[in-house]
Each structure stands twice: as structure tokens, then as C-alpha cells.
């Protein structure tokens, strides 16, 4: 296995607070068979299922973020033939007749556009937009659009994917932003198309635009061998706001996901919502998930501490008290500092403390047989 490959497939998108890759590959292979069954229900960028689908194991994962979505489906896909040549072909048409293409564009807007994005930005994406609209088959455009989505905080105005404020980025000129597209677009192509040729794959992964409260609805019950997971810290990030911009160009629903995320910023800070809020919403979910997971199954939890109210919300006395009311027992624990693990943040983010846990349940065995 090409784990340096891998490392670069799982890092394609921007995602912030996500696990290696190499973490989920471990608790799979030591909690699941061959032809075993995984599930994420805070899929995020799609690591889980990433690794899943590596090891020949069934997975099923749920997030509410549609970019979120867009990453996790992107490292499910496989290209034939003909969409690699498609693919190669619409990008050489992009570098080589980009002027008559921006000359016949017409220019996406949604409101306060102009804010975030200078003008040759709106020009470049509204013309890429337009362009992988125009391609043949839905594989090729969910290429496409994953690159696309890549590429969107980088070229507007927005300061970095951990920070929403905007600032005036220098050399925005049309022929910068698309040679940022094109060069992106290249280097994610020839990497994809190795890891495509080593890693094909005919296990079933399924992956839904579902709030994990319902998960026990579309997953089969006593089904999944392991479920492994991170989270959201809470008070940390809000996913809904940083992938805000890349929503809107990709015309998803930007409230939806703002609504139905538990653990943000807008919250905890702005809504001024108390601890017990997040314990609730965390118990209703992972009782849900409850349902899906086989007697003795495992249950693998990646999270760190928050600050809500002004005190340090510790992850691990939370969780344990959620597994002991799902009857889950302990076998596992270790932890890591996150002042050392979260340096994407911004510094007030990063209390003196904080640990991120990894916590590894058993689910007991029921009494009704």
C-alpha cells in the first residue's frame, strides 16, 4: 500500500480538524474482518471511508456539510478510460482558449459576491462554473467540481479556511487565477489517475447528505462491526461558514447545513448555548447510531475539548458518560495535546489544556435472544 499516495488523496480538499489516515486504517483493521461494515456518522472529509474502501470493507457514512459530501463521494470515485481522456481534454481547452471562454461567460452572483471575490476572480470562476456544467457524465463533473470547490477559498478574498474575515490578496490577475485552477486541476488528475489504477474497488460504500440523528433510518440495524468517528469539538469551527463561499458557487444549501451542525462557534458563542445542548444533541445521535452497530461491535471516537461558557468542556468525561447510558464499555483510551495538534487555528483557539481523546468503546452484548 502507497501510504504517501494516500496521504495526498486524503488531503485533495481543504478540511480542517480531520484524523490521518493512518488512524483509520489501524481501528479498521483491528475491529473489522474482511467484508466487514464501517460507519461515520460525522464523515467530514471521508477518511473513514477512504480507508474503508482501501481495506475491501463495506462503509456507510452521514454528514450535513454538502461539501463535506462533495470530498467523500470524490475519494469513492473511480474514472474510466474515457473519463480520464474527457477530463484531460477539458482542461487543455481551458488553458488554451480561456480568453474566448471568459469573453462568452456570463457571470455568476449570489448576494454580497463582490465582497469576498475581486472582479477577474468572479470572471475566472464564473467561466469554470460554465465549463464543468458542459462536461458529459456525472463522474466527470464531481472531479471537476472537487477541484473547483479546492480552489474557491484560495482565490477570493476570505482570509484562510480557519479565519472568515476579508482582506485584499495580492497579484488577482486573470492570468493568475487560471493558471491556479489549471495547475490544480493537473496535479489532482495525475495523482488521481495512479491511486484509480492501484486502488480499484467493487465494496459498497454509501454515502448520504443525512443529519446522523436519523442514521438508524437508512443504515440496516445490527449491521456495523465498527463505528469510527470524530466529532465536532465544540465552540471550535463552524464548517457551515468556512465552506460558506464554496456552497454558494456550487449552489448547495448553505442553510441547511448551517442549521442542522451541533458543536459550532454560531452555537455556543453567538446563540450562547449551554454544555448540556451539545451532550444532548451528541447522545440523541450516537443512540441512533446504537442501533445500527452489532452486539460486541466496537465504537471508536476522535475528539477534542471545547470551551463553552468560558470552561473547558473535557471530551472524555462527556463521552464516557454517554457510553455508560448506551451501555458501551471503555476498553481503550490515549490522548494527545491539541495545543500541538491545532496549529491552523487561530491562537485564542488554542487554550493551554485541551486534549484531543481517543476513546474505543464495546458495545455490550443485549439480553433479548
Known amino acids: 500500500m502507497d501510504l504517501q499516495l494516500i496521504r495526498k488523496i486524503d488531503r485533495v480538499h481543504p478540511y480542517p480538524a480531520k484524523f490521518p489516515i493512518d488512524l483509520a486504517l489501524n481501528y479498521i483493521s483491528k475491529y473489522t474482518d474482511d467484508n466487514g461494515t464501517v460507519f461515520d456518522p460525522f464523515l467530514g472529509s471521508g477518511t473513514t471511508l477512504l480507508a474503508a474502501r482501501l ?73 469554470i462554473k460554465y465549463e464543468i456544467n458542459n462536461l458529459r457524465t456525472f463522474e466527470q463533473q464531481q472531479f471537476a467540481n472537487l477541484v473547483f470547490s479546492a480552489i474557491i477559498n484560495t482565490v477570493s478574498n476570505q482570509e484562510s479556511d480557519t479565519r472568515y474575515a476579508a482582506i485584499s490578496k495580492p497579484n488577482m ?136 461558557q468560558g470552561e473547558i468542556y473535557d471530551a472524555k468525561t462527556h463521552i464516557e458518560r454517554i457510553g455508560r447510558k448506551l451501555k458501551w464499555e471503555l476498553i481503550d483510551y490515549s490522548y494527545t495535546s491539541l495545543d500541538e495538534t491545532s496549529r491552523s487555528f487561530q491562537q485564542s483557539y488554542r487554550t493551554k489544556g485541551k486534549k484531543e481523546h481517543i476513546l474505543t468503546f464495546k458495545k455490550e452484548r443485549t439480553n433479548e435472544n
Open 173 to 308: 490577475t486573470i492570468e493568475h487565477l487560471t493558471d491556479v485552477f489549471v495547475k490544480k486541476f493537473k496535479c489532482i488528475l495525475d495523482m488521481f489517475i495512479v491511486f484509480n489504477n492501484a486502488y480499484t474497488s467493487n465494496t459498497l460504500i454509501q454515502i448520504h447528505l443525512q443529519d446522523a440523528k436519523q442514521c438508524d433510518k437508512i443504515i440496516p440495524l445490527n449491521s456495523v462491526d465498527l463505528i469510527l468517528t470524530s466529532p465536532p469539538y465544540p465552540n471550535t469551527y463552524d464548517y457551515y461558514l468556512y465552506h460558506k463561499h464554496r456552497m454558494n458557487w456550487l449552489e448547495y444549501d448553505v442553510k441547511f447545513s448551517m442549521e442542522k451542525e451541533i458543536g459550532s462557534r454560531r452555537e455556543f458563542s453567538s446563540l450562547k448555548k449551554s454544555q448540556d445542548k451539545f451532550d444532548d444533541d451528541l447522545y440523541e445521535i450516537f443512540a441512533a447510531c446504537n442501533k445500527t452497530l452489532k452486539d460486541n461491535g466496537h465504537i471508536v471516537i476522535v475528539m477534542g475539548d471545547g470551551r463553552i
Open 55 to 127: 481495506l475491501n470493507r463495506f462503509g456507510y457514512g452521514t454528514d450535513i456539510n454538502h461539501i463535506a459530501i462533495l470530498i467523500s463521494s470524490f475519494k469513492q470515485l473511480q474514472l474510466t478510460k474515457e473519463d480520464v481522456f474527457e477530463l484531460q481534454s477539458f482542461i487543455a481547452r481551458f488553458e488554451n482558449n480561456s480568453h474566448d471562454i471568459f469573453k462568452n461567460t456570463k457571470l455568476f452572483s449570489y448576494p454580497s459576491i463582490e465582497h469576498w471575490f475581486c472582479k477577474n476572480a468572479i470572471v475566472v470562476l464564473s467561466a
